[in-house]
């Protein structure tokens, strides 16, 4: 695998210009793509020789299931943000997991408007304290909409933001660094950060990392959630009072349902900080609605929405009696859903169209000097003046006798 990096001057008027292009290995030990693709190799040849053992290859195929979610990540990391999805959608159709679906659907969807995302979330922030937005890990998109709705949360008051990655307080360096968090080192959710910084975000780190090795997976699920609650009522509410809070976490975590205590089943961290706060936190799910690498890995409800609505930006969809549609897994445990169009590729970048519709990045040539002869390399760009364990402020790869995709900055 080859790195390089490309340094970058801020100018406040025109965004990111290219200064210079010291090589270097990239020195994020948790970014080996090839050694994730090559984990990928061994059991998809056990499937592929169709053992005999029942048994072995369905452990094959849970063994697969396990590094193509390890897989998306690693391609997330490296730009590769198409891939990424198809990676864990292959990981979804090897394990069968299927979106949840209700019979009422069709019908709550035909009855609903579709109103502006960001405009609908900050409308209903006003009347709360704590907003909760969750994301998928493999997709960086959901970072480009945080990002762009923290900026709004900010106008309306909120002050504080805590996202579960984080794995200490971030900016401790003086800049995002690597270390500050596991899904952090990925480039949009560390412009998002850098962002966030920028306008005056108090950040929290609020994981506990207390796990016993003895506990049970149920066990480990409710000391993890209470935990984190536990953390944001210590480190926020007991230092202020009238705090209001922007919480960044991944999947499930923003579930109102079960709430704590009524015996059907793990409360998660949202209806833990409730319990402990006695504060309703607005809930808001954006891991449902949105495409796949292939239609038949969407839930079917997403085609029908989406088809339905000309524009190219997140939408709600608000009921008819007040309050918002929330389909899939989410329904009955978030209070609102981000619906996010099909955005598509770039064909004059090589990139995501989100990249420029939803985060506002703007398109940079990659400086021709560090095109490949031959094979290919990824070339990252820096913010100028961090070291080389800062997060990257994008990455691309290049292949020699291909079209080169361009900065997304």
């Given amino acids: 695998m080859v790195f390089k990096s490309a340094a970058l001057a801020m100018a406040m008027a025109s965004g990111l210009a290219a200064a210079g292009n010291p090589a270097l290995a990239y020195p994020d030990p948790e970014v080996d793509l090839q050694k994730a693709e090559l984990k990928v190799r061994a059991p998809r040849e056990v499937i ?40 864990f959608d292959e990981s979804d159709a090897l394990a069968r997991r299927k979106e ?31 907003v909760i937005l969750n994301e998928a890990h493999h997709v960086p998109m959901h970072r480009a909409f945080a990002m762009r709705l923290a900026r709004e949360l900010r106008k309306a008051g909120y002050t504080w933001l805590a996202a579960e990655t984080f794995e200490n307080t971030p900016f401790e360096k003086g800049y995002l660094a690597l270390s500050d968090g596991y899904y952090s080192r990925e480039p949009v959710f560390g412009n998002f950060l850098r962002d966030a910084a920028a306008d ?3 950040m929290v780190q609020y994981e506990p990392f207390d796990q016993q090795a003895s506990d049970t997976f149920e066990q480990q699920i409710e000391r993890r959630e209470s935990g984190e609650a536990r953390n944001l009522v210590e480190r926020i509410f007991a230092k202020d009072a009238a705090a209001k809070v922007f919480i960044y976490v991944g999947y499930g975590h923003l579930a109102e349902m079960p709430r704590v205590g009524n015996g059907i089943g793990t409360a998660w961290m949202a209806a833990q900080l409730k319990h402990m706060t006695g504060l309703d936190p607005l809930t808001i799910d954006q891991t449902v609605m949105m495409a796949h690498s292939k239609p038949e890995a969407e839930p079917g409800i997403y085609g029908k929405a989406v088809a339905r609505e000309t524009r190219l930006s997140p939408f709600v969809l608000r009921a008819p009696g ?3 549609e929330v389909f899939g897994s989410s329904r009955f445990k978030a209070d609102m859903q981000v619906v996010h169009p099909r955005y598509g590729m770039d064909g004059a970048t090589g990139r995501a169209a989100w990249l420029q519709s939803l985060a506002g990045f703007k398109p940079l040539a990659v400086p021709q ?35 080169a995709p361009q900065f997304m900055l």
């Fill in 369 to 403: 000097e560090l095109y490949p002869e031959a094979g290919a390399q990824w070339v990252f760009a820096h913010l100028a003046g961090q070291p080389a364990d800062s997060v990257p402020a994008d990455v691309v790869k290049l292949e020699a006798g291909k079209p």
């Fill in 322 to 324: 007040g309050g918002y």
């Fill in 200 to 202: 005056g975000w108090k």
């Fill in 100 to 130: 949840t679906s209700y019979g009422d659907d069709l019908d709550r969807l035909a009855e609903a408007r579709a109103e502006d995302a960001l405009e609908a979330i900050v409308r209903e922030a006003r009347k709360h304290r704590i």
């Fill in 48 to 87: 592929a020789r169709h053992a005999q053992a029942l048994e072995e290859g369905d452990k094959a195929r849970s063994t697969l299931s396990g590094v193509l979610q390890r897989l998306a990540a690693q391609r997330s990391f490296l730009g590769d943000t198409e891939g990424a999805i198809a990676a």
